[in-house]
């Protein structure tokens, strides 16, 4: 398996932007006036968009979610590869010629 770490890390960055995007809009979204809606509808024009609201919230947070993850196995990958470059080393240096 190869990983391109500047790749990953460009698509982080891209997930890290709809997060601010997809958050900011659910901020919009939860705090918009009712105030032109008769009151009968008032109310659940209200609720619906304090609903969509959070739900956009969500949904940033699982765009921030993605990136972290995204840079978490990126870490995890090169941690693996230094570990097992160590080991292969190790065993390299037994089948050295000793004088």
Not at 1 to 12: S, Y
Not at 23 to 33: E, F, K, L, W
Not at 37 to 48: D, K, L
């Amino acid at each position: 398996m190869e990983l391109d770490p500047a790749e990953i890390g460009r698509v982080a960055r891209a997930w890290d932007e709809q997060h601010l995007e997809v958050t900011a809009a659910g901020h919009q979204i939860g705090g918009a006036s009712s105030r032109g809606f008769t009151s009968s509808v008032s109310g659940t024009a209200a609720r619906f968009a304090a609903g969509w609201g959070r739900s956009a919230e969500a949904l940033g947070e699982a765009c921030e979610n993605r990136a972290d993850s995204m840079r978490t196995s990126v870490r995890l990958a090169l941690e693996a590869d230094g570990a097992a470059r160590a080991d292969l080393d190790a065993v390299l240096s037994t089948l050295a010629e000793r004088r």
